[in-house]
C-alpha cells in the first residue's frame, strides 16, 4: 500500500487517515488512488468511520455499496467490529483495483458481501456464486487469536479473511473463461472433487504428514478450491508486503530498483523472489520486539509455481486479457 499527499498542505496520509494533521476532513478516491478535501463522503462515514468518496451525498461508496446485508447492532460489540472489517475490506480491494478488479473499467460480477455478527451461533465464512459471508465478530483480537490457535493457524487476520473468501470468488470469474479451467486443473487438480466430503476428511484426519512439500498451508492440502484460494491470499500478501516496503522509502540490495513497482512487475517469479526475501528481513526485526514472524511461511518450489500460475491470472482476468 503506497503513501498519500495531504491534497490541503504538507505532510503525508496513511490509506485509513479520515483527517489530515491539521484536522482537515479528507477522503479517498478509490479511482484516482488519491485523498480529497471535502465531500462527498461515504454515507458510513459517521457510522463506522469510513474514509472513502461517494459518488453523491449521502451515498454509500463503491466499498461500502458491495455490503448487501449489514450486522445486527443489538449485539455487542458489533459497530465496532464492522468498523475494523470494512476497513480491512477497503484496503483489500484497493489492493485488488491494482490490477483492475472491481474497478468502472472490470466488465465482470463485483462481489457482495454478507456481514454478520455473532449472537449465540458461530458465522462460517465462505463464498457462493459471487456472495462472500464474513464474520464481523473476528475482528476482536481475542476472538481471532483463540480460533487461530485452536486451529493450529499461524496467521490469521481479517485482511487475510478478506483475501482469501474473495479469492474464491476471483476463482469464480476466471472459471468463466475457457481458457482457464484446463490449465487450472493441471496445477491444482481437479475442483469437481466432492469439496464436502475432502473438507470433512481433512478436519477429520488432518493434512498429509508432507503437505508443505507441495502447499503453502496445510489447509490448502484439503481440496484444489482451497489451494487456489491459499495460494491467491498469499500472492496478495506478498505483493502488498513489497509494494508497503517501497512505499515506506526502506531500501534492500534485493529491490530492482527505488521506485519499483510490485503490482507493475511483469515477472511473476522476480516478484515472488524479491517479496520473500524481503519477509525474511522484517521476520527478523519482529523479533526484535517479540512478535510473530511477519510472514511465518515457508515457499517449497510447486508452492512457488502455483503462486505465479495466481499472479499471471490475477493481473490479465479482470479485463479479460
Sequence with gaps: MRLFSNPV????LWFDNLVTGDGTPVAYDPQAREFLAGPPFCANRDVIGCNWTAPSLNAFCIACAMTALAPDPS????????????????????NLGQWHWFRPEDPGTRPVFNMLAEGATPVYMGHADGVVTI???????????????????????????????????????????????GAFRTLFGDER????????????????RDW??????????????????ETAAHLLHLTDIADSFVAAGLSSPELPGSDWDAYAEPDPHRLIHVATALTVGMNHVNRSMGHSDLY??????????????????LRRGAQGL
Excluded at 199 to 204: A, D, K, V
Aim: aromatic residues 12%.
Design 9 to 12: 498542505g504538507d505532510g503525508t
Design 75 to 94: 449485539i455487542p460489540n458489533t459497530i465496532a467490529n464492522w468498523a475494523k472489517t470494512e476497513a480491512a475490506k477497503r484496503w483489500v480491494i484497493d
Design 135 to 181: 464474520s464481523v465478530a473476528e475482528a476482536d483480537p481475542v476472538l481471532r487469536v483463540t480460533r487461530r490457535e485452536a486451529l493450529d493457524e499461524p496467521y490469521r487476520t481479517m485482511i487475510g479473511h478478506f483475501r482469501h473468501e474473495l479469492a474464491h470468488m476471483l476463482w469464480w470469474r476466471l472459471s468463466l473463461r475457457a481458457d482457464f479451467l
Design 193 to 208: 472433487t466432492d469439496y464436502t466430503a475432502a473438507l470433512q476428511r481433512h478436519y477429520q484426519e488432518g493434512a498429509p
Design 212 to 229: 508443505r512439500l507441495s502447499y503453502l498451508t496445510a489447509y490448502a492440502s484439503a481440496h484444489p478450491h482451497e489451494d487456489w484460494a
Design 296 to 313: 511465518p511461511f515457508v515457499l517449497s518450489e510447486p508452492a512457488r509455481r502455483k503462486l505465479a500460475f495466481v499472479r499471471d491470472w
